[in-house]
């Protein structure tokens, strides 16, 4: 595997992760344009590690294009934009994985050996210093950022702010707060171990300083009789993540799933098989 190109909107970033690449022995372009990467006809596959609210937007252009594409969670934020991308998907030759890494994680993979029968109850937490660590105000950039693509695929387009190209996540136009950020990480893996679909019932209750949720509490109920109580804090003061299966607890192995993960998606590309999480 060679990466080919870097593609950022911020300049001292674009060069940063090109430094890194080449320091591991990549010849990789720089492109300040997304379009431009996914024109390049030496790109096979692209990862798209953006905001929540561009994933849409440059995956489906990716997959017109004839790009493989590992996309981050949550690959979207609206069903219409769900339907669209799963249609790009099943109408194009290409591979998708989305970044759902307990599919590919060691640990889920084994706990799913060893969970049998029908599961009951679920029970989950999870907090991120990832609100907490955000900071408003009296930041300037001291490098060029590219602020009009990196508003590609927003709902609404705004004249250059610092503030909401380093502090997204308070606008609730670019994602889901808490919910989306961590919840449907979380979820997903659930619903690896436990096989559940569609919902019966969701109840949600939610704290926030902000525009977007940072606390939240949501109650599940799934044909079958599973039931899931989910807490979420983005503004912690520490990570941690406690899922019990019944009596078993899951531990958490973030790094490892996501390098298991990747490697997966690149297998499904070598083998032209479907990788773990794809959009269907």
């Known amino acids: 595997v060679r990466i080919g190109a870097v593609c950022e909107t911020y300049e001292p970033r674009m060069f940063g992760a090109g430094a890194i690449a080449r320091a591991r022995g990549h010849k990789c372009r720089y492109y300040r344009l997304y379009r431009d990467l996914i024109a390049d006809d030496d790109i096979d596959a692209v990862i798209v590690a953006t905001p929540d609210f561009s994933h849409h937007t440059i995956t489906l252009d990716a997959l017109k294009a004839g790009k493989h594409v590992?996309?981050?969670?949550?690959?979207?934020?609206?069903?219409?934009q769900g339907v669209e991308l799963l249609k790009a998907?099943?109408?194009?030759?290409?591979?998708?994985?989305?970044?759902s890494q307990r599919r590919s994680s060691p640990i889920y993979l084994e706990a799913l050996k060893r969970i049998s029968g029908p599961v009951r109850t679920v029970r989950a937490s999870r907090s991120s210093t990832s609100l907490r660590a955000l900071k408003r105000?009296?930041?300037k950039l001291?490098?060029?950022?590219?602020f009009v693509d990196w508003q590609a695929g927003a709902v609404q387009r705004?004249?250059?702010s610092v503030d909401r190209f380093l502090n997204w996540r308070y606008y609730p136009e670019y994602g889901g707060g808490a919910v989306a950020d961590l919840g449907c990480h979380v979820l997903d893996g659930i619903h690896m171990l436990t096989g559940a679909t569609y919902p019966l019932s969701v109840k949600a209750t939610a704290v926030s300083r902000l525009d977007t949720v940072e606390r939240a509490t949501i109650a599940i109920e799934y044909p079958g009789g599973l039931s899931v109580s989910?807490?979420?804090n983005a503004a912690?003061?520490?990570?941690?993540?406690?899922?019990?299966?019944e009596r078993e607890r899951i531990p958490r192995d973030a790094e490892m799933a996501t390098r298991a993960h990747i490697a997966n998606f690149v297998d499904a590309i070598r083998s032209h098989q479907a990788p773990r999480a794809p959009i269907h």
């Open 137 to 139: 105000g009296g930041v």
């Open 89 to 99: 998907e099943r109408e194009s030759k290409c591979v998708v994985q989305v970044g």
């Open 142 to 146: 001291p490098e060029p950022l590219n």
């Open 158 to 160: 705004v004249p250059l």
């Open 230 to 232: 989910l807490a979420l």
């Open 70 to 80: 590992y996309v981050e969670q949550p690959l979207c934020l609206s069903w219409a």
């Open 236 to 245: 912690a003061r520490d990570e941690q993540e406690i899922i019990t299966v």
